[in-house]
């Protein structure tokens, strides 16, 4: 496998790669067992963690979550046209980031401006947060029936594949 610059501070090699895959399977594995998993000492492993976050390249930790089993079983995509420009776009994101609903927000191209995931516990709750919406920009609404892509683990040989489209 090639080496593949990220940024100036850091190359990913084939050991930084099944360090992130590890990590990607099981984020709370210890140092220890990853360096037995990955064939580097202990803090020789905490160090190639501490520089790929350093860098960006692992960005954070998480414990997933099944939110309907916490009660809020209904997740919805909720797409957002904004009239206006960039004080618009401030105002809405704003606005956005106050809605504990929201558990996602991209910013789009094409006719919408947004693109939010939001999880409700009912369509009374979808329907108060659509009006919220609605104050900033037109709505569509669609509600998410089931994920068959949760969550993707990346290994190298994905990444590398995606050069052919460069």
């Known amino acids: 496998m ?30 220890a067992e990853l ?3 990955v064939g580097l000492s202990t ?3 905490a160090e190639r ?14 414990a997933s979550v099944d939110l309907a089993k916490l009660g809020v079983p209904i997740r919805v995509l909720v797409r957002l046209t ?3 420009g960039d004080v618009q776009v401030s105002r809405s994101v704003t606005a956005i980031k ?13 006719a919408e401006s947004f693109v939010i995931e939001a999880d409700v516990v009912s369509i009374r709750h979808l329907e108060v947060l659509i009006d ?3 104050a900033l920009g037109a709505t569509s609404t669609s509600t998410v029936l089931s994920s068959p892509v949760h969550r993707r683990e990346y290994q190298a040989k994905q990444i590398e594949a995606f050069g052919k489209y460069l």
């Open 2 to 31: 090639a080496h593949r610059t990220v940024s100036s501070e850091i190359q990913l090699d084939a050991i930084a790669w099944k360090i992130l895959e590890n990590l990607q399977r099981d984020a709370r594995m210890a140092f």
């Open 35 to 37: 360096g037995r998993k």
């Open 43 to 45: 803090p020789a492993v």
């Open 49 to 62: 963690v501490r520089r790929m976050q350093d860098a960006g390249v692992i960005t954070g930790y998480h």
């Open 82 to 84: 904004i009239p206006g």
């Open 98 to 110: 106050e809605l504990n609903e929201i558990s996602r927000c991209h910013r789009i191209t094409g």
């Open 132 to 134: 919220k919406l609605s």
